[in-house]
């Protein structure tokens, strides 16, 4: 008995000691989570989804309504060559930021990541030439075709990249179309036909002196839209069959664009730079537009990253719209009957090609 007794009584002092531990600790606080510190990570998903979708939309008509006027305004002209090269060396630097920051600051991580993926990896690295180089002649024609075309007209032909784009994807990827996305091309080929016909050298004010030809305008368009399909599908290609990130491979573009784009000065302006200099009629609008241009390529992958084809389709046609409004106020656009109906059948395209492909489900025994 005095056994038991003495065993109960240490298994008492030993609950008591438990007890005054559990009391002597702080209570945890249970009170709601801050929905400032803790969002959830879906809500945090969807936020930026549709903020990337509408820097995408105020991107894309900004920079052909800035870069129409710039061409088209009165005084010295700037050379659109210069302004390519200093648009890929800013994307580049923007890219080298992310990396950066991946990196939590460290230069010296950064080096050594740039020299073991670039430099030694040469053969790697020389993929990225070709799809470089057609995208510096996209780029050039851009400005050749937006100095001959009215803002909307332009921005209405230019979706025709997303039928060269679909063919290249066929013939390269072996990418499967539905009948739905065939019939949105062909309303989309359609459309370009309808606003092309009605268009006129005199649907825009412009500054007096300045020539404009519809045909070499409309020509720019069509080859830069084959060259942005083939570039396109070919980086994609590229992306899937490697490991490097897409900060990377743009900063590889950005190299060879640098390369291509100084060589492509002194053969188009050389003469010109020598004699005015290399930042010859730059002003702060043209500025804002390398700037433009260097941000909406990197805007891209954002999109790709949290958004989808179906708001990327929506944001392209709302892009119209708004280019269609503001050239009505700041050029004097002159909108016709068929140049609605043009318009209209591009964005119905748009929507339809961007809609995701039905799943048949299979058929049970």
């Known amino acids: 008995m005095n056994e038991e007794t003495t065993q109960s009584t240490v298994v008492n002092?030993?609950?008591?000691l438990v007890r005054k531990i559990e009391h002597s600790r702080p209570e945890k606080k249970t009170s709601s989570p801050d929905p400032k510190q803790s969002l959830p990570v879906s809500t945090m998903a969807a936020n930026m989804k549709?903020?990337?979708?509408?820097?995408?939309?105020?991107?894309?008509?900004?920079?052909?309504?800035?870069?129409?006027?710039?061409?088209?305004?009165?005084?010295?002209?700037?050379?659109?060559?210069?302004?390519?090269?200093?648009?890929?060396?800013?994307?580049?630097?923007?890219?080298?930021?992310?990396?950066?920051?991946?990196?939590?600051?460290?230069?010296?991580?950064?080096c050594g990541f740039l020299r073991d993926s670039?430099?030694?990896?040469?053969?790697?690295?020389?993929?990225?030439?070709?799809?470089?180089?057609?995208?510096?002649?996209?780029?050039?024609?851009?400005?050749?075709a937006v100095s001959n075309l009215p803002a909307a007209t332009f921005q209405v032909t230019y979706q025709l990249k997303i039928l060269t784009t679909a063919m290249?994807?066929?013939?390269?990827?072996?990418?499967?179309?539905?009948?739905l996305q065939w019939f949105s091309m062909l309303?989309?080929?359609?459309?370009?036909?309808?606003?092309?016909?009605?268009?006129?050298?005199?649907?825009?004010?412009?500054?007096?002196?300045?020539?404009?030809?519809?045909?070499?305008?409309?020509?720019?368009?069509?080859?830069?839209?084959?060259?942005s399909g083939f570039a396109g599908v070919y980086f994609e290609k590229i992306l899937k069959e490697s490991k490097g990130s897409i900060w990377l491979r743009n900063i590889q573009l950005g190299m060879f664009g640098i390369l291509t784009g100084v060589c492509g000065i002194f053969i188009k302006d050389g003469s010109k730079v020598s004699?005015?200099?290399?930042?010859?009629?730059?002003?702060?609008?043209?500025?804002?537009?390398?700037?433009?241009?260097?941000?909406g390529g990197l805007l891209v992958a954002v999109v790709i990253k949290y958004a989808d084809n179906i708001l990327k389709g929506f944001s392209t046609s709302i892009s119209i719209v708004v280019?269609?409004?503001?050239?009505?106020?700041?050029f004097s656009f002159d909108v016709t009957g068929m140049f609605m109906m043009g318009a209209s059948l591009v964005i119905l395209a748009v929507?339809?090609?961007?809609?995701?492909?039905?799943?048949?489900?299979?058929?049970?025994?």
């Open 13 to 16: 002092r030993k609950e008591k």
């Open 50 to 110: 549709y903020i990337s979708l509408l820097c995408l939309v105020i991107q894309n008509a900004t920079l052909i309504l800035t870069m129409r006027y710039a061409r088209t305004r009165e005084g010295d002209q700037f050379y659109a060559t210069v302004a390519v090269v200093m648009s890929e060396a800013l994307k580049v630097f923007l890219c080298l930021l992310v990396i950066l920051h991946e990196m939590n600051g460290s230069i010296f991580r950064l």
């Open 118 to 144: 670039i430099i030694r990896q040469p053969m790697d690295t020389l993929k990225l030439s070709v799809p470089s180089l057609i995208y510096m002649i996209q780029n050039n024609l851009l400005y050749v």
């Open 168 to 179: 290249f994807s066929v013939t390269m990827l072996g990418k499967k179309l539905s009948k």
């Open 187 to 227: 309303l989309l080929f359609t459309g370009v036909a309808i606003v092309q016909v009605q268009t006129s050298s005199k649907s825009e004010k412009i500054a007096s002196g300045l020539e404009q030809n519809r045909m070499v305008g409309l020509g720019a368009v069509i080859i830069s839209c084959a060259s």
């Open 275 to 295: 004699e005015n200099g290399f930042f010859f009629g730059f002003h702060s609008l043209v500025w804002v537009i390398i700037f433009n241009q260097a941000f």
């Open 323 to 330: 280019s269609t409004i503001a050239a009505i106020f700041l």
């Open 351 to 365: 929507y339809l090609y961007s809609l995701p492909k039905k799943v048949e489900a299979p058929v049970l025994p």
